[in-house]
């Protein structure tokens, strides 16, 4: 288990990936927090779906890490499609025949890959962290919004909720890449249809079906990030997304042992 770990973490860090990925990153977490500050006098909204979030918001205790709260819906797009490209190249490339050769449980592989890539998006979400709370503090002073809350106990309490909440659901989004890298064992598919899915279907459909947002995992996923709101409870958006991811990936877990290993 610990030797695929390793091998897994070993093309993780390859700079082609590594630095590739952290650069959307900071890119992603700079975009949000730039446009929640530098609009935040805007009538149009500075906040998702036009929802106006002023300085009266941005200067609680909550103010520092709610950039990067906000950010968790992109930066779990991000996670999406290091997981997908990195399950199903597997197959594409050929090597999956390989590693069973050195290590022929299937199940420790799936394993030992899903663990390695969590341990990818925990690097992931703490430098968009560290991005956001300085950007913030950065765009604080030259918007005129107090940080006099940002500094207390409770902003620190803050900051680590905030981070485990988009932590969870930045592997939530990475497990749903996963599992349609397994399903399609394509990186292209895969990655295309979880990015549609996501950023398009599930948008639309909330927008125009009533409610129909509580039983789709991206945009339960996005409620767990910011933690909860006020027409979906955190706990329900946690456990019925994760609902959803499990059950997925046990179905995909049964076809990634049946399975012929060449694409």
Request: net charge positive; with cysteine.
């Amino acid at each position: 288990m610990w030797n695929v770990i390793r091998a897994e973490l070993t093309k993780l860090r390859r700079p082609s990936l590594a630095l590739s990925t952290l650069l959307a990153v900071t890119f992603v977490t700079g975009l949000i927090t730039s446009v929640l500050f530098l609009l935040v006098d805007s009538p149009s909204g500075n906040g998702e779906r036009g929802v106006r979030i002023g300085r009266d918001v941005l200067s609680l205790a909550s103010g520092a890490s709610l950039s990067f709260s906000n950010s968790a819906g992109l930066l779990g797009i991000v996670a999406l499609c290091i997981f997908a490209a990195q399950t199903a190249q597997e197959y594409t490339y050929g090597t999956l025949r390989n590693l069973l050769v050195r290590q022929p449980s299937r199940m420790k592989i799936l394993i030992g890959k899903l663990a390695a890539m969590k341990l990818f998006a925990i690097v992931m979400v703490a430098v968009s962290g560290l991005v956001g709370i300085a950007l913030s503090y950065l765009f604080a002073g030259i918007k005129d919004v107090s940080t006099t809350l940002w500094s207390t106990p409770e902003a620190r309490s803050a900051v680590i909720r905030g981070f485990i909440n988009v932590l969870i659901a930045t592997i939530g989004y990475g497990i749903f890449g996963m599992i349609l890298g397994l399903l399609f064992r394509s990186p292209i598919s895969a990655i295309s249809i979880g990015v549609i899915w996501n950023l398009i279907i599930e948008g639309l459909l909330s927008a125009f079906v009533t409610n129909i947002d509580r039983y789709f995992p991206g945009q339960l996923l996005s409620t767990v990030a910011v933690g909860g709101t006020d027409k979906i409870s955190y706990q329900y958006a946690l456990i019925t997304s994760y609902s959803f991811l499990l059950g997925g990936l046990a179905v995909v877990a049964f076809l990634f042992k049946k399975r012929d290993v060449a694409n």
